[in-house]
Nanobody, 130 residues
Framework: QLQLVESGGGLVQPGGSLRLSCAAS????????IGWFRQAPGKERELVSC????????DYTDSVKGRFTISRDNAKNTVHLQMNSLKPEDTAVYYC???????????????????????WGQGTQVTVSS
């Protein structure tokens, strides 16, 4: 059974840091393109960051560029999202998602649409508040 489990969320003050982890079981995460998404109350789910499967290309939504970093730890079958300089507007449930890339050169693609991903974790709450 394919499973993704997020961890590392919590309550942090503005300006603080958190590192989210997305651990996979039942499949090898290194072969998958990964996305981190978030959903705040009353808002649509949005892409935070993504990373391609083959060459590790990354992308970030504008509001987190320079503050968040996505990375892989293939030895631990895990993907991380390092979040620094957190702001109250970063408060949301954060989800990781995975998909096998398909098509020519798909290993170099960082997928931004949530509809591409077919494996999702249960989410972890991040609250930024003083």
């Amino acid at each position: 059974q394919l499973q993704l489990v997020e961890s590392g969320g919590g309550l942090v003050q503005p300006g603080g840091s958190l590192r989210l982890s997305c651990a996979a079981s039942g499949f090898t995460l290194a072969y998958y393109a990964i996305g981190w998404f978030r959903q705040a109350p009353g808002k649509e789910r949005e892409l935070v960051s993504c990373i391609s499967s083959f060459d590790g290309s990354t992308d970030y939504t504008d509001s987190v560029k320079g503050r968040f970093t996505i990375s892989r730890d293939n030895a631990k079958n895990t993907v991380h999202l390092q979040m620094n300089s957190l702001k109250p507007e970063d408060t949301a449930v954060y989800y990781c998602a995975a998909t096998i890339p398909e098509g020519l050169n798909s290993g170099y693609v960082c997928y931004k649409s949530e509809f591409v991903y077919d494996n999702w974790g249960q989410g972890t709450q991040v609250t930024v508040s003083s």
